[in-house]
């Protein structure tokens, strides 16, 4: 069955910084592309940032460009996305996914982890 | 960049027909996928690449995509498809998602 956990959110600052991580099971995760989505309260979805299978490429959306970073690590089958200098703005449930094949629509989605930025 | 369009909302009479549409400049050239996202759940995909429907997901809920706009067809509406939906497309290596409709059964 396949599972995807996302952890590591919670309460920080503006300015601050925070590290999310999704533990994946359940398939090869080194054959997926993987997605960071978000969703702000009472709002719709928006696209945070992607990783193609290998870690050779990076996508970002221009709302996160050059504070977040998108990164995996295949041997322990984990997807982590480093957020800095962190807004009001990105308070949202951020969601791990999994494309269905590369560049495609996410199969499969975490149950979601909640930040909240504010002082 | 890339932009979807969708109503914020349609409604629909139980066992009637719901069309949720989503716009976007030359989308018919796109794969279009549809995501189910009900009170505190996460989103699930109902059509993929256009018209394909995941294991599970009822053949009442098909799509088409042509021209200008895409199209999710709910028919016999029943209660539980009351939820938002949200379209979606791969652009120059960017994920877009549509604002979302919110689809209300009456």
């Known amino acids: 069955e396949v599972q995807l956990v996302e952890s590591g959110g919670g309460l920080v600052q503006p300015g601050g910084s925070l590290r999310l991580s999704c533990a994946a099971s359940?398939?090869?995760?080194?054959?997926?592309?993987m997605n960071w989505v978000r969703q702000a309260p009472g709002k719709g979805l928006e696209w945070v940032s992607s990783?193609?299978?290998?870690?050779?490429?990076?996508y970002y959306a221009d709302s996160v460009k050059g504070r977040f970073t998108i990164s995996r690590d295949n041997a322990k089958n984990s997807l982590s996305l480093q957020m800095n200098s962190l807004r009001a703005e990105d308070t949202a449930v951020y969601y791990c996914t999994r494309d269905y094949g590369s560049g495609d629509h996410s199969d499969y989605w975490g149950q979601g982890t909640l930040v909240t930025v504010s002082s | 960049s890339y932009e979807l369009t969708q109503r914020l909302s349609v409604s629909v009479a139980l066992g009637q027909t719901a069309t949720i549409t989503c716009g976007g400049t030359n989308i018919g050239t796109k794969h279009v996928h549809w995501y189910q996202q009900k009170p505190g759940q996460t989103p699930v995909v109902v059509i993929y690449?256009?018209?394909n429907r995941p294991s599970g997901i009822p053949e009442r809920l098909s799509g088409s995509n042509s021209g200008n706009t895409a199209t999710l067809t709910i028919s016999r509406v029943q209660a539980g498809d009351e939820a938002d939906y949200y379209c979606?497309?791969?652009?120059?290596?960017?994920?877009?998602f549509g604002g979302g409709t919110k689809l209300t059964v009456l």
């Open positions: 979606q497309v791969w652009d120059i290596n960017t994920v877009v």
């Open positions: 359940g398939f090869t995760f080194s054959s997926y592309r």
């Open positions: 690449r256009d018209f």
């Open positions: 990783i193609t299978s290998s870690s050779s490429t990076t």
